[in-house]
């Protein structure tokens, strides 16, 4: 059952910005390929969807950089370096050329996917500190700058109540302050 978007959900971000995506890539888990291919049980419609190279599925994931212009939440680096796994929907081909809002949360955090933490799906020396925020089935936070979504976000965290509440301690990826206005 797909979860509704709730802009103030994103107060459970660790981290907000907007910034240019660059370098979107599909990196394809050949591994679970692999695996799925290697079992007697699954059918040959499935078969051909994982032997298929051009063909996407839900535990393939998408990396890419985000060149940061403006942080509302947190603290980022010019630079990022996101990972984004979405077993319930999938990641898209490619996104649109443009500046988005973003929703992040450390690799490491509470509120990071429960699938994120499991060993046997993750490869142990993946040390990509961030992921796009996303509730379980949930769409992720990931908005054109002048969509209505991102600008209902941008209100909630730049009211009163809304910045004092998501005001967090955290610098856990060694990030240097580059929050602007």
């Known amino acids: 059952m797909f979860s509704p978007f709730e802009a103030k959900d994103v107060r459970h971000a660790d981290l907000v910005v907007i ?7 599909i990196i ?22 994982y032997q298929d190279e051009e063909e996407s599925i839900t535990h393939d994931y998408a990396r890419f950089e985000i060149d940061v212009d403006r942080v509302l939440v947190g603290e980022a ?12 929907f999938g990641v898209p081909s490619r996104l649109a050329p443009g500046t988005y809002l973003i929703a992040l949360n450390g690799a490491g955090s509470l509120t990071s996917s ?37 600008r209902t976000i941008i209100r909630i965290l730049e009211s009163p109540s809304g910045s004092d509440e998501h005001t967090r301690a955290t610098n856990q990826n060694g990030m240097s302050s580059s929050r602007s206005s």
């Open 77 to 88: 680096p010019t630079t990022l370096t996101v990972k984004w796994i979405d077993w319930s």
């Open 28 to 49: 394809k888990d050949q591994a679970f390929r692999d695996g799925m291919l290697a079992s007697p049980n699954v059918p040959q419609e499935s078969r051909q969807v």
């Open 19 to 25: 910034g240019s995506i660059n370098d979107y890539r």
């Open 114 to 150: 429960i699938r994120d933490s499991s060993k046997k799906t993750l490869p142990k020396a993946d040390l990509t500190p961030f992921r796009p925020y996303q509730r379980p089935c949930g769409g992720v936070f990931i908005f054109p700058v002048k969509s209505k979504e991102a």
